[in-house]
């Protein structure tokens, strides 16, 4: 079963559909297809690769030296040229940040040096290093993040500098070509084109943004870089790829630009963003359920929770309540509702059509604000008892003896709940869960913590040398 891992970049060819020499179809001439030379050139200026210094922290004991992701298995003769890549002097005018980790990209949004890159890409980092195209590098400031939508803004100081465009991803249709910029694997400015594949893809472990799905080739590396349009538009943010390997396998995802210009905005002007928030904790309505509730298919957030004294509690919205639609537009799944929830400004009147004892209700609520410590649609809970397992960082020994290079915990108890259920035992080596590469108890925690309820995610699972997908199901409601 594949899997979304978080961002990534990207080494790869887009290859274009040939006809046969044999059909009756003469083959198309070269003006069927776009030329993104001219787009490549005026755009790139616009986009910068980013590199890390990351926070020390002592070595676990016994611990083998550290490699960039990926590495240690790729093939021999591309470990010689990125470990030469990483002797050679800098060139003239260059700065040498001797620790610095080249783990992605980004792209300048204002001219007085605003850029917009993901989150996960500067996590822990003690020093953030920007690369240009004109080679200078600069240090970077942190102005601000949001790990709810994995971007962050930095800034450089510099001024003038040449900017991206920014487009709109509402326009977007499956079918258009898009064509993103990147340091896959440390190359500098790889291009690779594609097309959209699909809008308002939700995934399992990212409830407030509605990503893009396009067949653009995306590699570690590529995270947080531009998505173009063929006006020379950014319209979007390439963010994850859907992988058996964890590595690019023609499915990859984007954060529309529609979002991330306003989460950039509010962390330039105010450091912070600002959800909307109305106070339900919800799940997925199965086919036994919507027969239960009268309803003709299985669509919709049903209301597992209502928070006292939340916009849903006053507006009167309860318990067993199935949201079919937020202003207006449909939810066929319950993993639709925290994005639009979380882009509807405070203080907005929201209408809420709403299945409660097999006839259509209409709500209109006063959107909250969301604060850090309000549940959104997931259960405030530790990750460990939600799915009822601890893990604990693997040795040096035990990850050389399960010949694991990259990720994995072990799994150290099994209680009764999900994990049980889903046939996770003790002493197996978890892989990723819900796609997301897991390489210590933290990053368990945090991808835990996000699973959206009610939803089956997949486990990868390494048991007796071989591995395993397991079928996980997400519990709807906080265990007592």
């Known amino acids: 079963m594949p899997s979304v891992v978080r961002l990534l970049p990207c080494l790869a060819?887009?290859?274009?559909?040939?006809?046969?020499?044999?059909?009756?179809?003469?083959?198309?001439?070269?003006?069927?297809?776009?030329?993104?030379?001219?787009?490549?050139?005026?755009?790139?200026?616009?986009?910068?690769n980013i590199s890390t210094v990351p926070a020390e922290t002592p070595p676990a004991e016994g611990a083998e030296p550290s490699v960039p992701d990926g590495l240690d298995e790729a093939p021999e003769w591309f470990r010689k040229f990125f470990e030469q890549q990483q002797e050679d002097e800098p060139a003239d005018g260059d700065e040498f940040f001797p620790d610095q980790q080249s783990l992605g990209s980004g792209f300048i949004l204002w001219d007085d040096g605003y850029i917009l890159t993901n989150y996960h890409v500067i996590r822990g980092a003690r020093e953030v290093i920007v690369r240009l195209?004109?080679?200078?590098?600069?240090?970077?400031?942190?102005?601000?993040?949001?790990?709810?939508?994995?971007?962050?803004?930095?800034?450089?100081?510099?001024?003038?500098?040449?900017?991206?465009?920014?487009?709109?991803?509402?326009?977007?249709?499956?079918?258009?070509?898009?064509?993103?910029?990147?340091?896959?694997?440390?190359?500098?400015?790889?291009?690779?084109?594609?097309?959209?594949?699909?809008?308002?893809?939700?995934?399992?472990?990212?409830?407030?943004?509605?990503?893009?799905?396009?067949?653009?080739?995306?590699?570690?590396?590529?995270?947080?870089?531009?998505?173009?349009?063929?006006?020379?538009?950014?319209?979007?943010?390439?963010?994850?790829?859907?992988?058996?390997?964890?590595?690019?396998?023609?499915?990859?995802?984007?954060?529309?630009?529609?979002?991330?210009?306003?989460?950039?905005?509010?962390?330039?002007?105010?450091?912070?963003?600002?959800?909307?928030?109305?106070?339900?904790?919800?799940?997925?309505?199965?086919?036994?359920?919507?027969?239960q509730f009268g309803m003709a298919k299985a669509e919709g957030a049903l209301i597992a929770r209502v928070l006292a004294d939340s916009p849903a509690a006053r507006a009167g919205l309860r318990e067993g309540d199935v949201i079919l639609r937020y202003n207006g537009e449909p939810l066929p799944s319950s993993r639709g509702l925290p994005h639009m929830v979380g882009i509807t400004d405070p203080g907005e009147i929201a209408t809420l059509d709403v299945m409660r004892d097999g006839k259509e209700i209409r709500f209109k609520v006063e959107v909250g604000t969301l604060r850090a410590e309000q549940p959104t649609a997931t259960p405030a809970q530790p990750p460990a008892r939600r799915l009822g397992m601890r893990v604990r960082a693997l040795s040096a020994d035990e990850r050389r003896a399960a010949q694991i290079v990259g990720g994995g915990v072990l799994v150290t108890e099994v209680g009764e709940g999900p994990a049980a259920r889903a046939g996770v035992r003790s002493g197996d080596i978890l892989i990723q869960l819900a796609g997301q590469v897991v390489d210590s108890p933290a990053r368990f925690d945090e991808v835990a913590a996000r699973l959206t309820p009610g939803q089956t995610i997949a486990v990868l699972v390494q048991r007796g040398g071989a591995p395993m997908f397991l079928a996980l199901d997400v519990p709807p409601v906080a265990e007592k």
Do not use: H
């Not at 776009?34 to 910068?48: G, I, K, Y």
């Open 133 to 291: 195209l004109d080679r200078r590098q600069f240090n970077a400031q942190l102005v601000g993040s949001d790990e709810a939508s994995d971007l962050a803004l930095l800034r450089i100081d510099a001024k003038d500098l040449p900017v991206v465009k920014i487009g709109q991803s509402l326009k977007l249709r499956p079918g258009q070509w898009v064509l993103a910029i990147g340091s896959p694997f440390g190359f500098d400015y790889s291009v690779t084109a594609g097309i959209v594949s699909a809008k308002g893809r939700a995934l399992v472990t990212e409830q407030y943004v509605p990503f893009i799905q396009t067949d653009v080739a995306i590699n570690p590396g590529n995270s947080g870089g531009p998505l173009f349009n063929l006006a020379g538009e950014v319209v979007g943010v390439n963010s994850q790829i859907y992988s058996q390997s964890g590595g690019y396998m023609g499915v990859s995802f984007a954060i529309p630009i529609d979002i991330a210009a306003k989460v950039a905005r509010q962390l330039r002007d105010t450091g912070v963003v600002t959800r909307g928030w109305l106070g339900v904790v919800v799940q997925e309505v199965d086919r036994d359920l919507a027969r």
């Open 13 to 48: 060819v887009a290859f274009l559909p040939l006809l046969s020499s044999c059909g009756r179809s003469a083959p198309p001439s070269s003006a069927s297809y776009p030329d993104f030379a001219d787009l490549v050139e005026q755009v790139s200026p616009a986009v910068v």
